[in-house]
């Protein structure tokens, strides 16, 4: 598992213990990270918008985006997220609920990827027009990311927070996430948003490096 140390080139590259890979390029240039234990922070990457990388314990990775405000989210880049990737030895494709597998040419799988998720700063399960509130999505998961924070984070939604998955388009060199404008344009989403894009669970032991 290798993370960017800034610049142009990938943000991750994963490779599984055959020897495949997969790299994921985002559409902006990174900065240098802030590197606190298994997370990198990579501020402003566009204006007005953090990401957030975790390694998880399982060799992948979790990214977040974090969009502070209503004009931040009005970019272009946040609307339509398109990320470039490039495998050796794998190959995508979508899977029925809207998330992403990544295979061997013997079809076992190495990498996978559930539906990516949105989800506001709402402290109370106020609900907007096309948000669930947290606990209706990836229950466990939100309980397990924030099980008694008072708001949402990078970590996870907030017990108040609400909640929408994010349509992803996969290719075999792109994957694109078109997060719901009328969630970002609405007067009853709390801001931060966070846009969660990938987490990468695979079966091996991992070691996080980073490239500059």
Avoid at 10 to 30: E, I, K, Q, V
Avoid at 44 to 58: A, C, E, K, Y
Avoid at 95 to 108: E, L
């Amino acid at each position: 598992m290798r993370l960017s140390g800034g610049g142009s080139g990938p943000l991750a590259t994963l490779t599984d213990p055959a020897g495949h890979s997969m790299s994921l390029t985002m559409p902006f240039t990174l900065p240098s990270p802030q590197v606190s234990a298994d997370t990198a922070l990579y501020a402003s990457v566009l204006p007005g918008v953090d990401l957030s990388v975790t390694v998880t314990d399982q060799g992948g990775f979790s990214d977040v985006l974090i969009v502070h405000d209503a004009k931040a989210a009005a970019d272009p880049r946040v609307r339509k997220l398109a990320v470039t990737t490039d495998t050796d030895g794998l190959a995508l494709a979508p899977t029925a609920a809207g998330g992403m597998t990544a295979k061997a040419p013997d079809g076992s799988l190495s990498y996978t990827s559930p539906p990516p998720l949105m989800w506001d700063s709402s402290t109370t399960a106020t609900q907007t027009a096309s948000m669930k509130p947290a606990s209706f999505v990836r229950a466990t998961a939100a309980s397990a990311s924030a099980p008694s924070a008072a708001a949402s984070s990078a970590a996870g939604p907030g017990p108040g927070a609400q909640v929408d998955q994010v349509p992803m388009t996969t290719t075999a060199d792109s994957i694109t996430l078109a997060p719901d404008a009328s969630v970002l344009d609405d007067p009853g989403t709390h801001y931060p948003v966070y846009i969660d894009p990938f987490e990468n669970p695979v079966p091996s032991k991992w070691l996080l490096s980073f490239r500059s």
